[in-house]
């Protein structure tokens, strides 16, 4: 899985401390799936339901998919806008965020958790500005490289 060799004793791995409510809420929400949709669905007893009528937001309370790309890493936000387990009930780690920003498991972020949740959301991915500042440095030397047409169709 993604996250299996991080391990304690690397920075920025320390669990969130969920209320008891969202740990529930939670065991309510498939895999990939949000909050909203579990209610829709009829699945969340009325005691844990959210009560908002007028912000659906899909990041509210939803859970990661382990087999498929994860959803946008957001630097700020609460109210259940961590981003959580797949399996398990309980918000990622920075360190598990900073995994899917492709941050090596070595590197140490500053500050108190929230600012480090906020550097982690707020960042690049770093594999993704690799390859776009190799991409423009190689166009700016000159070099030739194999050009990927779009997969999502081109509009001119």
């Known amino acids: 899985k993604a996250f299996a060799d991080i ?3 690397h920075p920025d791995q320390i669990p969130t401390k ?3 409510i969202v740990k529930k809420r939670l065991e309510y929400i498939k895999e990939g799936g ?3 949709q579990a209610q829709k669905n009829g699945k969340i007893p009325d005691e844990y339901r959210l009560k908002v009528k007028t912000l659906h937001m899909s990041n509210i309370y939803r859970r990661i998919h382990s087999q498929e790309p994860a959803y ?3 630097g700020s936000g609460g109210g259940g806008t961590h981003m959580y387990h797949w399996s398990e009930n309980r918000a990622l780690t920075n360190r598990e965020r900073a995994r899917l920003q492709t941050f090596p498991n070595t590197y140490k972020f500053e500050g108190s ?3 480090v949740r906020k550097q982690i959301g707020m960042a ?3 594999l993704g500005a690799k ?4 991409a423009v440095l190689d166009t700016l ?3 030739k490289y194999k050009i990927i047409n779009p997969s999502f169709g081109y509009i001119e």
């Open 7 to 9: 391990k304690p004793h």
């Open 18 to 20: 969920n209320s008891e």
């Open 34 to 36: 949000n909050i909203w």
């Open 72 to 74: 946008t890493v957001t």
């Open 113 to 115: 958790k929230e600012a």
């Open 124 to 126: 690049v991915p770093v």
């Open 131 to 134: 390859i776009i500042f190799k």
């Open 141 to 143: 030397a000159g070099k």
